[in-house]
């Protein structure tokens, strides 16, 4: 099976940066997604930033010039450098792969990382 793991969260004082990372425990090379979501306590899970295969990025509208997500294939890993970090950002961090298969697109989830902004 598909293992994605997070490595990075931690606690930083609001205007400070951290740098997320997640390893895929497959070769990233022919995978067409991967991204960056997170979710707060009450608050559904939400889009921070996804790279596709042709370099095309998107991110979260309250994330966009702040957040920058990167990838690097021969090392089988997705990674989110984020500056400028408000409180509004403390949230669990989870790495997506998604990947066609014979059944179709499958999403595969990292367990999540912690971030904690302090205001």
């Known amino acids: 099976q598909v293992q994605l793991v997070e490595s990075g969260g931690g606690l930083v004082q609001a205007g400070g940066s951290l740098r997320l990372s997640c390893t895929a425990s497959?070769?990233?090379?022919?995978?067409?997604?991967m991204g960056w979501y997170r979710q707060a306590p009450g608050n559904q899970r939400e889009l921070v930033a996804v790279i596709a295969g042709d370099g095309r990025t998107d991110y979260g509208d309250s994330v966009k010039g702040r957040f920058t997500i990167s990838r690097d294939n021969a090392k089988n890993t997705v990674s989110l450098q984020m500056d400028s970090l408000k409180s509004e950002d403390t949230a669990v961090y989870y790495c997506k792969l998604k990947r066609a298969t014979g059944v179709g697109w499958l999403d595969y989830w990292g367990q999540g990382t912690q971030v904690t902004v302090s205001s």
């Open positions: 497959i070769s990233i090379f022919n995978i067409h997604v």
